[in-house]
């Protein structure tokens, strides 16, 4: 997984110059490995990014994060899963929420301090989709404390409601 903090102006200014850096770099690293890319530039999210990280069988990492929409909005974006073989999501912060703000909020990430609702249908949206992806495909969902405030009690609560939709 490659991870890409959020650019300024002064880094990339645009999502094309970004686009076309990313393509650079896919041609010179070695094929057949399981790739992703996680950006954290909302305005990145554009067809040309979807389509460059298909074209190279690269995954798009759904995130929850600070300045990103939510997982659930990511995934309704148009060919927003670009790789057949893999799909990873990281939820790490609800959307609008600074990091400091929810270590101070969350910690000692003990217990759930805050249901996220939305994200947690994500989830377990995602949970369905690794289900029923079939052999050679592979999905990755990633939770951390600050998402809720326990990351291990966020995923036994998504798990459970994807156990019990599956009856």
Avoid at 4 to 31: M, N
Avoid at 135 to 157: D, H, M, P, V, W
Wanted: charge should be positive; charged fraction near 25%.
């Amino acid at each position: 997984m490659f991870e890409f903090t959020q650019f300024h102006s002064a880094d990339i200014a645009r999502g094309r110059e970004f686009v076309a850096a990313l393509r650079e770099f896919f041609c010179r690293i070695p094929r057949g490995w399981p790739y992703a890319v996680e950006i954290r530039n909302r305005t990145f999210l554009q067809a040309d990014y979807f389509a460059t990280l298909s074209s190279y069988g690269v995954a798009h990492v759904f995130n929850n994060w600070t300045d990103m929409p939510s997982v659930g909005e990511q995934i309704e974006l148009p060919d927003a899963f670009t790789s057949s073989e893999l799909f990873a999501s990281l939820f790490l912060l609800k959307p609008g929420r600074r990091y400091e703000a929810a270590k101070k909020g969350f910690s000692p990430y003990e217990r759930i301090v805050e249901i996220n609702p939305e994200g947690r249908t994500a989830g377990v949206n995602l949970l369905k989709r690794a289900r029923h992806s079939g052999k050679g495909s592979q999905g990755y969902i990633f939770f951390n404390n600050r998402f809720e405030g326990n990351a291990l009690q966020t995923i036994a609560a998504m798990v459970g409601k994807a156990g019990e939709e599956r009856h």
